[in-house]
C-alpha cells in the first residue's frame, strides 16, 4: 500500500459542518491530524480539529496554504463551487475527484450520467423555460415536483405541481433556472445505500437503511430496511456501479425509491457520507466516517457489517432536548455541539441499537 498516507499525515477537509466534525474525530482516532477549511468561524467542526482555516472558498491565497498544509483533500457538502476544487486538484489528491462534484451538484447532469450507468432514474424533463412546462407536465401524467436542479437540499427548491397554473407560478418562485420537472414516484418507501471505495477500487457496501422525511428533511433511518433480499442486493450492486463509474473514492451516499414490484429508481446521490448513514457509527464494525478516512488516506477498507439493528432519528430544532433528558437503554446519543437551535437546524442525533434479528 504504498499510497497509504502515514500515522500523523494531514487530512484537509473542506466545510465545517457536522459531517466535517464526525470526520475529524474518525480521523484522529486512526492516528491523523485534520485541517479544516470553511467560511464561517462558528462551525461545529472547528471544535475537534487540530488546524484550521477561516477563509472564503474562493480566496485562493488561503487555498493555497491550505493545499501546503495538507496530505490529502475531502470535503464534506457537494456544493464545493467547481472553481475552489478545479484550483485544489492540481496541488494536492483531491478524494472524492471534482468529476463526482460536477455530477451531483447538477440534477440534470446526475441523473443523465445515472441512467447512462444503465440505473434508473425517475422519469422527469428539463425545464429551461416557461413554454417547457405544459408539454413535460402532460408528458409526466399532469403533475410532478419542480425542483432546482443546484443548491437544493433538505427539501428546499422544490415544489409539488399539480396543474400548469401551479408549475408557472412555482417556476417563477425558483432559482436559479433552469430547473427539472420530475414525476411524483409512487414510492412505497425511501432507502438508502452508504458506500466506500477504496483507492484501489474495493468496495464496501453497509446494509441499506429505510428513510423516513417529515418536511423534507431526513427524520428516521432504519436498518435493517424493510426490503427483499433481491432489492438489497439490487441497491448494493447499483451503489458499486455508480461508484466505480465515477471512479469514485470514499464514502459515497445513493438514494432510492422502492417501487410496490420492488424495483429501484435512484433519486440522487451525494459525493460524502451521509446523515442516513449515521447509524453505522452505533452498529457496524467499522463506520462511514472511519471508512471514508480511510478511503481517501488509500488505507484498506473496514469491515461494514452490521452487528445490531438500530433506528437513527435526528434530533431538529428544539429536538436536541432529548439529550440528555431521553436518554433510555440502548440509545447512543450525538450532539453536534451547534450553539443556536433554529427550526429545521440539526442539532444531533440518537441511534436506538436493539438486537438484531435474523435476515428473513
Ligand atoms: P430530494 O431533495 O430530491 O431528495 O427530495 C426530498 C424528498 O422529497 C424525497 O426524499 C422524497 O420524499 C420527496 N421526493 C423527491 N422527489 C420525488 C419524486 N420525484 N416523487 C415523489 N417524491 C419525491
Redo the contacts with the bound molecule.
Sequence with gaps: MSDALPLGATIGILGGGQLGRMLSLAASRLGFKTHIYCPDPDSPAFEVTPHKTVAAYDDRDALARFAAAVDVITYEFENVPADTAEFLAPLKPLRPGANALAVSQDRLVEKAFIAAAGIPV?PHRAIRDAADLAPALAELGGRG?L?TTRL?YD?KG?RRVGSLAEAEAAFAALRPHPLVL????P?ER?ISVVIARGLDGATAAFDPAENV?RD?ILATSTVPATMSAASTDLARGHAASIAAALAYVGVLGV?FFVLADGSLLV??IAPRVHNSGHWTEAVCITDQFEQHIRAVAGWPLGDPTRLADVVMENLIGDAIHAIPNGLGPGVRPHAYGKTESRAGRKMGHLNRVASKTPRK
Design positions: 425517475a415536483i425542483k437544493g427539501g422544490q420530475e414525476a411524483l414516484v414510492f425511501e422525511h423534507g438514494e433519486n440522487e
